[in-house]
């Protein structure tokens, strides 16, 4: 499979642990975004990254949220002191410089 | 936040009927995109229009693009029940691409 994939498919935590979420882009993408998506509603954009350089953030993204791509690869998106507003499904997204978006199935996180 | 605005929020038809989804948005654009999500899946691209072209076709598909009204526009003949999906457009302003709300559509058989 050659598509964008993100572990795991499903994570339920308790209120304030802390999470952490993979992506692995199409491998000849240089681009990677991290979005947010709650029922019912389209994705928000968290930020995104030019091989490992994150360009732009959102205030969406509190300090409790940071994001990685150390090599330029894949992604981690980890969030502190989960909340249950942080419920939702996290989607990831590569490109290859500004061609169309390749979204994976999504992180849905669940914090009880 | 969000830049594209969908209309209407949800849509039901008939099998063999048309669908039209619009979105409006906010700011200038180099192009505009519009994804298919079928539940609990992530985003599928369908087409771009650039910002100088107003009219692009992909199969059943058209889509039309009014940059002095920041508009736009799909158009699924046809329809499928395997249409039934949310879709969405997207804006690609040089820093990101963002999402409106979505329409909802559903195609009965």
């Known amino acids: 499979d050659t598509g964008v994939s993100q572990n795991p498919r499903h994570k339920i935590t308790k209120r304030g642990q802390n999470v952490t979420f993979r992506c692995d882009p199409i491998s000849e993408h240089n681009r990677l975004y991290w979005y947010r998506q709650t029922l019912g509603q389209g994705p928000e954009f968290l930020t995104y990254f030019q091989n490992e350089a994150q360009l732009e953030k959102s205030r969406l993204l509190s300090d409790r949220f940071s994001a990685e791509r150390p090599k330029g690869s894949f992604s981690t998106l980890e969030i502190q002191r989960t909340e249950q507003g942080d419920s939702a499904m996290y989607l990831c997204?590569?490109?290859?410089?500004?061609?169309?978006?390749?979204f994976g199935n999504g992180t849905r996180l669940t914090v009880t | 936040s969000q830049q594209g605005e969908e209309d209407p929020q949800a849509l039901s038809i008939q099998e063999g009927e048309n669908a039209t989804m619009n979105c409006s948005y906010k700011?200038?654009?180099?192009?505009l995109q519009w994804y298919r999500q079928n539940s609990g899946r992530g985003l599928v691209h369908l087409i771009l229009i650039r910002s100088n072209e107003r009219e692009k076709h992909s199969g059943r598909l058209r889509v039309t693009l009014d940059t002095s009204k920041k508009s736009s526009s799909l158009l699924i003949t046809a329809s499928r029940a395997a249409d039934t999906a949310s879709y969405f457009c997207?804006?690609?302003?040089?820093?990101?691409?963002?999402f409106g709300a979505g329409t909802r559509l559903t195609v009965k058989p």
């Open positions: 997204a590569s490109s290859l410089n500004k061609s169309p978006l390749h």
């Open positions: 997207a804006t690609d302003n040089n820093n990101d691409m963002r």
């Open positions: 700011t200038s654009i180099n192009n």
